[in-house]
């Protein structure tokens, strides 16, 4: 297995696009309840295999048929999922996934299982032989402190692997620069989004919040990502600021996660930054063609062909390929 993907596994439900939400003892009509495996983990790792990648998952679900449904269907897509553990305690976790017409999606999430994940649960047999380590959706995982989760990419490092880290960050809980910073020194790339990198430095503007995660480890390349603004990549002195490629969206859950996905398999061609950056913008934008995290994800030549065919300054097309 080359990549290994840990962190956050959840049982989705969508509901296709409504009105509105529901009033007190309202009943409101949607066209179709979709169910999938999602989580961060989940996403990021069913989307390398469709880029052609070998994923072992590790994370931890509940002693439940929703935990079933998730070993399988990782199973189905051609995922290892040896290092999956079972809470005895806790169910499986889930989100209910609203959208509304015209409006942002809304979320109602239950943390479950993932609340119990910690270094405890991790065999460091699921590092060997691979070539990255990505950890997605820390800080929805409380038991794994960001000091485990430093000694953990401490040892990921030590053995050679790439470490990528990526966040989520509940509403309802406060963050800051303390909860990421023990594991900065040991992550090569940390992908946030605007906002959550807004939470952790207190700075609005993007290259601020770059700067200011960039501090602690000068070779971690620090990407915020930006939805339709294309990410800001910070890599030392160097700044990428990417276009984002137009396609016709339908719905953008699991878009931050396939962008991870096309940015990891960048890295695993030894593209160039520039490059590995337009292969995640692609792959993150074919998300979002249709209903879920994944149904419309590119293949890696189907990415390919479509940067090909980018008439934008995000890199020369001649520097792709599918080899």
């Given at each position: 297995?080359?990549?290994?993907?840990?962190?956050?596994?959840?049982?989705?439900?969508?509901?296709?696009?409504?009105?509105?939400?529901?009033?007190?003892?309202q009943?409101?009509?949607t066209?179709?309840?979709?169910m999938?495996?999602?989580?961060?983990?989940?996403?990021?790792?069913?989307?390398l295999?469709?880029?052609?990648?070998?994923?072992?998952?590790?994370?931890?679900?509940?002693?439940?048929?929703?935990?079933?449904?998730?070993?399988?269907?990782?199973?189905?897509?051609?995922?290892g999922?040896?290092?999956?553990?079972?809470?005895?305690?806790?169910?499986?976790?889930?989100?209910?996934?609203?959208?509304?017409?015209?409006?942002?999606?809304?979320?109602?999430?239950?943390?479950?299982?993932?609340?119990?994940?910690?270094?405890?649960?991790?065999d460091?047999?699921?590092?060997?032989?691979?070539?990255?380590?990505?950890?997605g959706?820390f800080?929805?995982t409380?038991?794994?402190?960001?000091?485990?989760?430093?000694?953990?990419?401490?040892?990921?490092?030590?053995?050679?692997?790439?470490?990528?880290?990526?966040?989520?960050?509940?509403?309802?809980?406060?963050f800051?620069?303390?909860?990421?910073?023990?594991?900065?020194?040991?992550?090569?790339?940390?992908?946030?989004?605007?906002?959550?990198?807004?939470?952790?430095?207190?700075?609005?503007?993007?290259?601020?919040?770059?700067?200011?995660?960039?501090?602690?480890?000068?070779?971690?390349?620090?990407?915020?990502?930006?939805g339709?603004?294309?990410?800001?990549?910070?890599?030392?002195?160097?700044?990428?600021d990417?276009?984002?490629?137009?396609?016709?969206?339908?719905?953008?859950?699991?878009?931050?996660?396939?962008?991870?996905?096309g940015?990891?398999?960048?890295?695993?061609?030894?593209?160039?930054?520039?490059?590995?950056?337009?292969?995640?913008?692609?792959?993150g934008?074919?998300?979002?063609?249709?209903?879920?995290?994944?149904?419309?994800?590119?293949?890696?030549?189907?990415?390919?062909a479509?940067?090909?065919?980018?008439?934008?300054?995000?890199?020369?097309?001649?520097?792709?390929?599918?080899?």
């Amino acid at each position: 297995m080359r990549v290994g993907c840990m962190g956050i596994l959840v049982v989705d439900l969508f509901a296709d696009p409504i009105r509105n939400l529901p009033h007190a003892g309202q009943l409101v009509t949607t066209s179709g309840l979709t169910m999938t495996v999602g989580g961060c983990a989940a996403n990021a790792a069913i989307a390398l295999t469709i880029l052609g990648e070998d994923v072992q998952v590790a994370g931890k679900v509940g002693s439940d048929i929703s935990g079933d449904y998730i070993v399988s269907g990782l199973k189905q897509h051609g995922a290892g999922v040896d290092y999956i553990r079972r809470s005895r305690n806790l169910p499986t976790s889930g989100t209910v996934i609203f959208t509304l017409q015209g409006e942002d999606r809304r979320y109602l999430h239950c943390i479950g299982a993932n609340g119990e994940f910690s270094l405890e649960d991790v065999d460091l047999e699921f590092l060997r032989g691979m070539d990255i380590l990505y950890f997605g959706g820390f800080l929805a995982t409380p038991a794994f402190t960001a000091d485990h989760l430093a000694k953990l990419f401490r040892e990921a490092k030590q053995r050679g692997l790439i470490t990528v880290l990526d966040v989520v960050m509940p509403a309802e809980d406060s963050f800051g620069i303390e909860d990421v910073a023990p594991v900065l020194p040991y992550t090569d790339y940390f992908l946030p989004n605007e906002d959550e990198a807004a939470r952790l430095t207190g700075y609005s503007q993007e290259f601020a919040q770059a700067e200011s995660l960039s501090s602690f480890n000068s070779e971690c390349t620090v990407v915020i990502t930006r939805g339709p603004r294309g990410p800001l990549a910070m890599r030392g002195n160097r700044v990428i600021d990417s276009p984002a490629f137009p396609v016709e969206t339908v719905e953008e859950s699991g878009a931050g996660d396939a962008f991870t996905a096309g940015l990891i398999k960048g890295i695993l061609k030894n593209w160039e930054l520039d490059d590995a950056l337009g292969l995640a913008s692609a792959v993150g934008a074919s998300c979002t063609r249709a209903p879920g995290c994944y149904a419309s994800i590119f293949t890696f030549d189907q990415a390919v062909a479509f940067l090909k065919n980018q008439q934008t300054g995000h890199a020369s097309p001649s520097r792709f390929r599918s080899g």
